[in-house]
């Protein structure tokens, strides 16, 4: 636990320094601590922000902030968590030589569905999605996420509940190398984005097909594609594994900052 708070504190604080200007010294924490903190609250706290923050106290001298000063300074750094998490999976996508990525998507409920009526954090009805996996409504965000074949996520986007998974995939501004290959289920069979990520990127689109496809795969094809897609399960497994039994927030902004924190936490600690 010690050895990943130094090592992710020295990846914050090194990144922030070279891509941006000299913060102000009069601050009681550093943006490399706040984000330091939030990220360990994810790994080892289940997102609790106050338990992160007396272990950075106690262990490694942070100074401690009242809680609605730091949830504030936190929330000023949202899209710079967001651009580092981004530029690190950049990173990972070039020193992934065998090219070979997994897309698909798990969701995240904000409460159980008989709270729905009294849930004050979303109100609209596009929020309220189906799991098929376990057969469930759920209340909440469906979060659709590209990884390597190791099973390391590189991107993520998020979409309402009711969201298909080809609606997203359309939305999502895939950024991969040329030549790679993307495996997912039959939910992203999309014919024309097949041929113009071929086309235009170099990037070959390897999902599985339906009964009824026109495109129909040959027994071994199949088999390939099943055999890589297995990974991404496990890590979708892992990664609600840090999630507690609920996660707490007061607004929208704050619960995708906490989902946010949660992959990206999840990610460090499968590279430090």
Sequence with gaps: MTDYTIAIYCFF?????????????????????????????????HGNLISASCYMQQH???????KSNFNRHLHRLSAVISAVFFALGQSLK??????????DSFPVAVCRNIRIGRNRLLGEEAYRGYNASKREYFYGFK?????????????????????HDATAFQAMNIDLPQGSELFGDSAYGIYELED??????????QMDRK????????????????????????????????????????????FLLKLITFIFAYTLDKLV
């Design 211 to 254: 009964k009824n496809s026109k495109r129909k795969d040959s027994p071994a094809e199949a088999y390939i594609k099943k055999y890589w897609r297995k990974r991404i399960e496990t890590t979708f497994s892992e990664i609600t594994a840090f999630f507690p039994r609920h996660i707490h927030a007061v607004t929208p902004q704050g």
């Design 13 to 45: 604080d090194d990144y922030l320094k070279i891509s941006r200007p000299k913060e102000d010294g009069r601050r009681k924490m550093t943006d490399a601590a706040v984000i330091t903190t939030a990220m360990v609250a994810a790994r080892y706290f």
């Design 94 to 103: 070039e020193l992934n030589t065998e090219c070979k990525y997994l897309i």
């Design 60 to 66: 490694h001298g942070i100074r401690k902030l009242d």
């Design 143 to 163: 979060v659709q996420v590209i990884t390597t074949a190791d099973g390391i996520p590189v991107e993520y986007f998020i979409v309402a509940g009711s969201t």
């Design 196 to 205: 113009l990520y071929q086309e235009l990127d170099g990037i070959t689109l």
